[in-house]
Structure formats: C-alpha cells, structure tokens
C-alpha cells in the first residue's frame, strides 16, 4: 500500500484491511468488487488486484504462508525485487539489501558510497549488502533505519541538525554542499502532476462505480468529466486493466 502512497495515508486503510483480511486465504476468498472498495482512495487501485491475486497464489503454492525466502517472493503476482527484499527484510529478519532512492542519498552522503547514475540495481545491492551487518537481524534493523532517515531526516533538502548520525556524517564534514543536480532533478521527477490526468479521470470514475450498489449506465461515468475524449480513453484502460467490467446490458460495474 505504502508503495506509492504516503504512510499517513495509508495507515488507517491498512488496519481496516488487516482487520477484513488478516490471512492471505481471507484476501484470496474476498470478492474483487469488495477489495476495490476497500482501497478507496489510495491511488493506482491495479495493486488491489495484483494484493488478491497474490494471496491466491500463496494459498495455492505456500498453503496460506508467506515464503520467507527472496525468489520465492518473487514468484508472487506483484512482486517485484524491491518488495521481495523488504518482506525477506523486515518480515523474516534476512541479511538481504534493500535499496530505494531514500538509502541511496543516506549511504551516499553518510558512508560516502558510490552508486553509478541512473537505474543499476545489481551494483546498488552489492555496494549496500556490503555496508550491512553481518548479523541478519541486526541487518534488517539497519535496513530499517536507513530508510527512515531518508524519508524523514537526510531528504534532498536535508535537516542535519535533526540528524542523529551528523557527528559521523561524511557529507557534514565537507561543508554540506549543495544538492547535485542529478539529486534535484530526480526529486523534481518523483513529484507527479496529478490534476487533468488520466489518473484523476480514472479515479472519479472509480468512484462511482465504488459508490454504487448496482451496475450503472454510462450516463453516470460521462457526467463526472467534461474532456469525452479523455473519459472514454480513461474508461477503456478501466477496462482493460479489469478494474471495471461492461455487462452484456451495456452498464458498468466493479469486477466480482
């Protein structure tokens, strides 16, 4: 959930969906339909499915239990290297990298690591398994911390003198210097417009196929945005990502 999506955001979705579906086989047995609702407003609802389809396939092939080992993970629906890692991580307790921009910027300004530009993610995990503890619970823990203060703390614009490591910062001790410019574009990157998107058309449109009880005619999608062209390409991609479903009757509905 917290994937793309800020964690205050997420929070209370995640305690209402724990305390729907706290097993996989209770996700995997829940109407889509219902899973949908649940995840509201939390953006890029494809990964309310991908959730389902991920606890059907380890009820399937891990009799309801989440495998603890990294290539089983990544056997998931959904699962990418990332995601594999951090549940290996911070889940089970294994000594395995887990690398996202915030540890980069930690590791770089900190411990003075050299991670090559752009995306080279083999390099990044062998220079990041090299900085971890050899003990794998003590490993993920470090893990843990460097993407806290990340997120929190050594951001592009960093607040160093919140900074709990800033007596053994290698960046402090040469004078702080500015941001790179690769580190300011990449944060401008990470800042998506939203407004007049097809993201925002679709998400009103899911919200009334969320709102209602039964299926509804199109009239009701057309009315929630004015651009025909962009509605109608925002619906067919509903569509096709299986996140709405047009009945033989013309109307509209959430998956079942």
């Keep these: 959930m917290s994937q793309q999506t800020p964690v205050a955001r997420v929070a209370p979705s995640w305690r209402r969906w724990m305390g729907l579906w706290p097993e996989p086989a209770d996700l ?35 009799g309801g239990r989440v495998p603890a080992d990294v290539d089983e993970l990544l056997a998931l ?26 540890v980069r910027r930690v590791l770089r300004r900190h411990r003075q690591a050299t991670f090559l530009p752009g995306a080279h993610k083999r390099a990044d995990l062998a220079v990041v398994e090299g900085l971890l503890y050899d003990d794998p619970a003590s490993a993920a823990e470090l893990s843990a911390a460097w993407m806290e203060l990340g997120a929190t703390v050594c951001r592009t614009r960093p607040a160093c003198a919140e900074c709990p490591v800033r007596e053994s910062c290698a960046w402090v001790a040469a004078g702080s210097p500015e941001p790179s410019e690769e580190e ?46 962009q509605r109608s390409r925002a619906l067919f991609s509903l569509l096709d990502d299986g996140l709405a479903v047009q009945d033989a009757d013309g109307l509209f509905r959430l998956p079942t």
């Design 28 to 62: 995997a047995a829940a109407p889509a339909d219902q899973v949908l609702r649940e995840w509201g407003k939390l953006g890029y609802p494809r990964r309310a499915l991908r959730l389902r389809e991920c606890a059907a396939a380890i009820v399937a092939k891990h």
């Design 77 to 102: 629906p959904g699962i990418g290297d990332y995601t594999a890692r951090a549940v290996a991580a911070f889940a089970f307790g294994a000594r395995t990298p887990v690398v996202d921009v915030n």
């Design 184 to 229: 300011l574009a990449a944060a401008k990157k990470r800042v998506q417009k939203f407004e007049g998107t097809d993201r925002q058309v679709r998400g009103k449109l899911l919200d009334v196929l969320r709102a209602a009880e039964s299926p509804v005619e199109k009239a009701l999608l057309d009315a929630v945005w004015p651009d025909e062209a």
